[in-house]
């Protein structure tokens, strides 16, 4: 725990914010409930003194600099569909919201890359590349979260088997230092041997390094078709043991995702309409796979999932049923795109694990994690990118007490993080590591590493005002 001293903000100092940024400031009574959590309330909440809705890269390094002088915390937020609490101030202070920057700037076609201010939503990126025949690949569950916090955060998403998380795609960016500099990183070219990368310390960084105020995104050519399987499994082993042998065959799926009845059974309760079949053949259906192919013609599309039905009837699967209509695939997809609402209105106690372990360990992985749930009071639901090893596992609870839970949850979260650690995974593959899983960070890192995380935190923040407590480094 390091010992640091923050001032509250003063009546003075609000004034000055208010000068740069006449009627963007916002205080106490004025903000409203949403800024004080994220989408997993269950790691606290916390009010920011003041709001700041962002403008300009120069006004954002104004109010930097002048919370730098007077050691007044900041915290960049994006639209605050984060799971670890990473854009919650807990330690109050200036919240700036990044939302109102918003604009796509420019696209620059020669070179296949886009120009946009951070709070751009990802879904207006997506369908306003789409328009133009391009496509941005990255897709994380919340098509309403900002690029910037996509960035923060290293976004991962269900087309990441295929295309990569948000790493692949950030080419440059502006960035305010918590020093109240502006600096530039990356350019838009395609390699770079340039000297140390800060652009990717940048990128996952969780809003502790510094402000993201513009960022410069590569864009692909859109695939003309694509095509989806659902492949119902009469249990969760048989349907995550298919995955490695759809790639040993050398088909490239645009996405896995699998998931488990008791989930798509809530999650069509949510949606309000079935989708996923439950019984086929006299045979209980207990988990699924949704595949997604992507190519330039249906002709070979087909063959593929022609090959792909092959591989899963012969590893164990009941049916494979194809979703080639627009219809079809946006009620296959519907239901996957609303798992984590789905248990949110069915809980009232949820804590969430975002691990990654080797694609060829998820079966195993799966089996302990169920096999230790039952030392304790809580259900887990799962669901995950079985493409590349991320699992989302929820512990849920509607009868015990907050505190009971949580110690529940904590036994047994030590317990599957060092098996994940055992089996070569890490910690989280793409919500991050926030305020809730701040804590078990050294586990998976080891001391050396956590030294040189910090040495890197105190060099691009000296006085620890740019969100603090989170990623790496407790403050008191
Ligand atoms: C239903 C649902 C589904 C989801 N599915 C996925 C998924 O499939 N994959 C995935 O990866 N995530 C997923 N998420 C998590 C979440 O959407 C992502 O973490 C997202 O990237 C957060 O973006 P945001 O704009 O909401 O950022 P916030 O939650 O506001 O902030 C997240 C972090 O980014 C920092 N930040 C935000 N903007 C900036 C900026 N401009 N400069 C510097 N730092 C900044 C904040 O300080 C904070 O540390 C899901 C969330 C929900 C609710």
């Given at each position: 725990?390091?010992?640091?001293?923050?001032n509250?903000?003063?009546?003075?100092?609000?004034?000055?914010?208010?000068?740069?940024?006449?009627?963007?400031v916002?205080?106490?009574?004025?903000?409203?409930?949403?800024?004080?959590?994220?989408?997993?309330?269950?790691?606290?909440?916390?009010?920011?003194?003041?709001?700041?809705?962002?403008?300009?890269?120069?006004?954002?390094?104004a109010i930097?600099?002048?919370?730098?002088e007077?050691?007044?915390?900041?915290?960049?937020?994006?639209?605050?569909?984060?799971?670890?609490?990473?854009?919650?101030a807990?330690?109050?202070g200036?919240?700036?919201?990044?939302?109102?920057?918003?604009?796509?700037?420019?696209?620059?076609l020669?070179?296949?890359?886009?120009?946009?201010?951070?709070?751009?939503?990802l879904?207006?990126?997506?369908?306003?590349?789409?328009?133009?025949?391009?496509?941005?690949?990255?897709?994380?569950?919340e098509?309403?979260?900002?690029?910037?916090?996509?960035?923060?955060?290293?976004?991962?998403?269900?087309?990441?088997?295929?295309?990569?998380?948000?790493?692949?795609?950030?080419?440059?960016?502006?960035?305010?230092l918590p020093t109240?500099?502006?600096?530039?990183?990356?350019?838009?070219?395609?390699?770079?041997?340039t000297?140390?990368?800060?652009?990717?310390?940048?990128?996952?960084?969780?809003?502790?390094?510094g402000?993201?105020?513009?960022?410069?995104?590569?864009?692909?050519?859109?695939?003309?078709?694509?095509i989806?399987l659902?492949?119902?499994?009469?249990?969760?082993?048989?349907?995550?043991?298919?995955?490695?042998?759809?790639?040993?065959?050398?088909?490239a799926?645009?996405?896995?995702?699998?998931?488990?009845?008791?989930?798509?059974?809530?999650?069509?309760?949510?949606?309000?309409?079935?989708?996923?079949?439950?019984?086929?053949?006299?045979?209980?259906?207990g988990?699924?796979?949704?595949?997604t192919?992507?190519?330039?013609?249906?002709?070979r599309?087909e063959e593929?999932?022609?090959?792909?039905?092959?591989?899963?009837l012969?590893?164990?699967?009941?049916?494979v049923?194809?979703a080639?209509t627009?219809?079809?695939?946006?009620?296959?997809?519907?239901?996957?795109?609303?798992?984590?609402?789905?248990?949110?209105?069915?809980?009232?106690?949820?804590?969430?694990?975002?691990?990654v372990?080797?694609?060829?360990?998820?079966a195993?992985?799966l089996?302990?994690?169920?096999?230790?749930?039952e030392?304790?009071?809580?259900?887990?639901?799962?669901?995950?990118?079985?493409?590349?090893?991320?699992?989302h596992?929820?512990?849920?609870?509607?009868?015990?007490?907050?505190?009971?839970?949580?110690?529940?949850?904590?036994?047994f979260?030590?317990?599957?993080?060092?098996?994940?650690?055992?089996?070569?995974?890490?910690?989280?593959?793409?919500?991050?590591?926030?305020?809730?899983?701040?804590?078990?960070?050294?586990?998976?890192?080891g001391d050396?590493?956590?030294?040189?995380?910090?040495?890197?935190k105190?060099?691009?923040?000296?006085?620890?005002?740019l969100?603090p407590?989170?990623?790496?480094?407790?403050?008191?």
């Amino acid at each position: 725990m390091e010992a640091v001293h923050y001032n509250r903000v003063s009546p003075e100092l609000i004034e000055q914010f208010k000068k740069i940024v006449p009627g963007k400031v916002h205080t106490a009574e004025d903000i409203n409930e949403d800024y004080s959590h994220d989408e997993m309330p269950i790691y606290g909440k916390g009010y920011p003194d003041v709001l700041i809705e962002a403008t300009t890269t120069e006004d954002i390094a104004a109010i930097v600099k002048l919370c730098y002088e007077n050691n007044i915390v900041v915290i960049p937020r994006g639209a605050g569909t984060g799971l670890v609490g990473a854009a919650v101030a807990i330690h109050g202070g200036v919240m700036i919201d990044m939302t109102k920057m918003n604009k796509i700037l420019e696209y620059d076609l020669e070179n296949f890359v886009v120009r946009v201010e951070p709070g751009v939503l990802l879904n207006d990126l997506a369908e306003d590349a789409l328009k133009q025949g391009l496509l941005y690949p990255p897709d994380p569950g919340e098509k309403f979260a900002t690029l910037g916090g996509n960035v923060a955060t290293n976004a991962g998403g269900m087309r990441a088997v295929k295309y990569g998380t948000t790493r692949d795609y950030v080419r440059a960016m502006t960035v305010v230092l918590p020093t109240g500099e502006i600096i530039k990183l990356g350019a838009t070219v395609s390699k770079t041997s340039t000297g140390y990368s800060l652009i990717n310390l940048m990128i996952g960084s969780e809003g502790t390094l510094g402000i993201i105020t513009e960022l410069t995104l590569k864009l692909i050519p859109a695939p003309k078709e694509t095509i989806s399987l659902i492949i119902p499994f009469e249990n969760l082993e048989d349907c995550i043991s298919t995955v490695p042998k759809i790639f040993l065959h050398k088909l490239a799926p645009q996405a896995v995702e699998f998931m488990e009845k008791e989930i798509v059974l809530a999650s069509e309760r949510y949606i309000g309409r079935a989708v996923y079949p439950k019984e086929v053949e006299g045979v209980d259906i207990g988990a699924y796979l949704l595949l997604t192919f992507d190519g330039e013609s249906m002709e070979r599309l087909e063959e593929i999932t022609e090959q792909a039905a092959e591989i899963a009837l012969e590893a164990g699967a009941v049916d494979v049923l194809v979703a080639d209509t627009p219809t079809k695939k946006k009620d296959a997809w519907a239901a996957r795109s609303s798992f984590l609402e789905a248990i949110e209105a069915e809980t009232e106690l949820l804590d969430e694990c975002d691990v990654v372990v080797p694609v060829n360990k998820i079966a195993e992985y799966l089996k302990y994690v169920y096999k230790v749930r039952e030392n304790y009071d809580f259900t887990v639901k799962s669901f995950g990118h079985a493409g590349d090893g991320n699992l989302h596992i929820y512990t849920c609870s509607n009868d015990m007490e907050l505190e009971e839970f949580n110690k529940q949850v904590k036994g047994f979260f030590d317990d599957i993080y060092q098996k994940a650690a055992e089996f070569g995974g890490l910690l989280s593959g793409e919500h991050g590591i926030g305020y809730g899983k701040r804590d078990y960070l050294a586990s998976f890192s080891g001391d050396v590493v956590m030294r040189l995380m910090k040495g890197v935190k105190e060099t691009f923040d000296p006085k620890m005002i740019l969100n603090p407590g989170k990623v790496c480094y407790k403050v008191d």
